[in-house]
């Protein structure tokens, strides 16, 4: 299968500073990204949908101006969580897929902690 | 009322038997289905997505789709203790979005 590599894996912020997690496809041009958070037991939810070269389109309840999100070519795709919050600690994974295919690839998911 | 649903177990089998995961959703348009396997603090990883009506054999694992009744399945043969994990069942939504239930635990005891 195809590769998506999410980095960092896991990080530690201080509350109010900004973290950016990237996704990257590693073997195929991943024309559209997803972003999940997934709180402990819970599962996954749907942050944002982004196209490459487009602006991402956020579930609701989810606030654009804090979790930005960015996928300016076919391999990369980052999403930046500013001025965290304890509660934005969460595991958060990337998702890619290729034009014309419906099957999705994970990416290894990020640990973020908030202090 | 909740896209994509799912018993959330737990699920307990006996090694060797045959496990059971169901799933139905609400969206009569969407046509891929997925089911994904989590390992506890891991992403999730696929384990098979079917299309059409009927089933799909793949190994041990065997989806099930009945788009009329709007639900799919997925069964694992011969279960072992290593198939213990969450199983998450997954719809394209709206054509695009991928939506995940909130998946079933899944024990095998040996």
């Known amino acids: 299968g195809a590769v998506v590599s999410q980095h960092p894996s896991w990080v530690i912020c201080k509350s109010g500073t900004s973290v950016k997690i990237e996704c990257r496809s590693l073997?195929?041009?991943?024309?559209?990204m997803f972003w999940y958070r997934q709180f402990p037991k819970q599962s996954l939810m749907l942050m944002a949908t982004s196209n490459e070269g487009s602006k991402a389109t956020y579930e609701q309840g989810v606030e654009k101006d804090k979790f930005l999100i960015n996928h300016a070519s076919l391999t990369l795709s980052t999403l930046t969580v500013t001025s965290a919050h304890p509660e934005d600690s969460s595991f958060y994974i990337c998702?890619?897929?290729?034009?014309?295919?419906?099957?999705?690839?994970f990416g290894q998911g990020t640990r973020l902690t908030v202090v | 009322q909740k896209e994509v649903e799912q018993n959330s177990g737990p699920l307990s089998v006996p090694e060797g038997a045959i496990a059971s995961l169901n799933c139905t959703y609400s969206d009569r348009g969407s046509q891929s289905f997925f089911w994904y396997r989590q390992y506890s603090g891991k992403s999730p990883e696929l384990i098979m997505f079917i299309y059409s009506n009927g089933d799909k054999e793949d190994g041990r694992f065997t989806a099930q789709l009945n788009k009329a009744s709007q639900y799919v399945s997925l069964l694992i043969r011969d279960s072992q203790p290593s198939d213990s994990a969450t199983y998450l069942c997954a719809v394209i939504w709206y054509g695009n979005k991928l939506v995940f239930g909130a998946g079933t635990i899944l024990r095998v005891k040996s």
């Open positions: 073997d195929f041009q991943a024309t559209t």
């Open positions: 998702s890619a897929r290729s034009l014309g295919n419906t099957e999705a690839f």
